[in-house]
Nanobody, 126 residues
Framework: QLQASGGGLVLAGGSLRLSCAAS????????VGWFRQAPGKERGIVAA????????YYIDSVKGRFSASKDHAKNTVYLQMNSLKPEDTASYYC?????????????????????WGRGTQVTVSS
């Protein structure tokens, strides 16, 4: 089970750090993705982290502003969001994809993920 937290209301230019904690699964065996869904829009990838945490993919609109990471010791995944913009407003979800064997693939498609957490709302006001 995954639980995302850390969302909230922030002014444009501000920062938030989202956390995704896992129970019943160990992140060191999973690739992890951060997705978001704005009202009236489809859910889409924001950042994808490989099993090891060494390979990370970001969508262009968040490159240089967002930073994703895994802490295997704490079994927690983070999404640090800086320089937030109103267009970042969305519900943010973490998801995990099991990796039977070690690999560096950072999955980007929703269908590639086995486990999903409930979203945490991020609202950026201008």
């Amino acid at each position: 089970q995954l639980q995302a937290s850390g969302g909230g209301l922030v002014l444009a230019g501000g920062s938030l750090r989202l956390s995704c904690a896992a129970s019943g699964l160990t992140f060191s065996n999973y690739a992890v993705g951060w997705f978001r869904q704005a009202p009236g829009k489809e859910r889409g990838i924001v950042a994808a982290i490989s099993q090891s945490g060494d390979t990370i993919y970001y969508i262009d609109s968040v490159k240089g502003r967002f930073s994703a990471s895994k802490d295997h010791a704490k079994n927690t995944v983070y999404l640090q969001m800086n320089s937030l913009k109103p267009e970042d407003t969305a519900s943010y979800y973490c998801a995990a994809a099991f990796r039977r064997y070690p690999n560096e693939y950072a999955a980007r498609g929703m269908h590639e993920y086995n486990f999903w957490g409930r979203g945490t709302q991020v609202t950026v006001s201008s």
